[in-house]
């Protein structure tokens, strides 16, 4: 059994391409932005804070030491003296030891946000990478099975149906045997048929008689 196509609007085909050709743009560019902020997140923290701080506490380590070798080289210098005015160097030494205990919090801090970090990024790619594989891989052939079904039905519409059959009476007559030659069960005479006619054949003989009288006679 033929099946016919119930096409409505090849266009609504066409706007639905031109759509999801949209949306797959618009969704790699949010899948790419959302992966450079996901780099730019772990280079900050992993190479520009991480490493930051631990210069930092190395720096900060050198300064204190300095601060406390500064404050026992003036108790040094002062020594037998009544008065020792280390004042100085002691607030020197509190305030570096003050700064590397800042720095070693924030070290830690940053340790301990690596592993969150890199847990909440797993998850991330685990979501979206489905998208992404359906934006480069099953969208292309969704696209050509679009491209295949908006040909396949314009060349059916501009397919030019078959012309209706047209109704002629005469034909119709002449093709129907004929009813009375039906009723008599008879087959129809050519039309130069002619009966036998006996007179004639009798004038057309020629005259025998006379000819066996003369006969007789001699």
């Known amino acids: 059994m033929s099946q016919s196509a ?6 609504a085909i066409h706007d639905f391409r031109i759509a999801l050709t949209n949306f797959a743009e618009e ?13 730019r ?3 900050w923290l992993l190479r520009d804070q991480l490493t930051f701080w631990q210069a930092q506490i190395k720096k900060r380590n050198e300064l ?3 601060a406390r070798t500064e404050l026992h080289r003036r108790r040094l210098s002062q020594q037998g003296s009544d008065a020792i005015s280390d004042t100085e160097q002691k607030e020197a030494v509190r305030i570096a030891q003050r700064r590397l205990e800042q720095a070693e919090q924030r070290l830690a801090l940053i340790k301990r946000w690596v592993p969150v970090l ?3 990024i797993s ?15 099953s969208l292309i052939n969704s696209l050509t099975l679009l491209d295949r079904l908006v040909g396949t039905l314009e060349s059916y519409l501009a397919t030019a149906p078959p012309p209706a ?7 119709e007559l002449n093709s129907a045997p ?13 039309e130069d048929a002619v009966e036998p006619n006996p007179r004639a054949e009798a004038e057309s003989e020629p005259e025998v008689q006379p000819v066996q009288e003369k006969i007789v006679e001699n």
């Not at 119930?6 to 266009?11: F, L, M, W």
């Not at 998850?123 to 891989?137: I, K, V, W």
């Open 178 to 190: 004929s009813s009375a030659g039906s009723e008599r069960g008879s087959v129809a005479q050519p």
């Open 6 to 11: 119930n096409v409505h609007s090849v266009e």
């Open 64 to 66: 204190l030491s300095m």
């Open 165 to 171: 059959p047209t109704y002629n009476p005469q034909t």
């Open 27 to 39: 969704a790699r560019t949010a899948l790419s932005s959302a992966e450079m902020e996901v780099r």
């Open 123 to 137: 998850e991330y790619h685990a979501s979206s990478q489905p998208l992404g594989d359906r934006l480069t891989g």
């Open 41 to 43: 997140t772990r280079d």
């Open 118 to 120: 890199e847990h909440a």
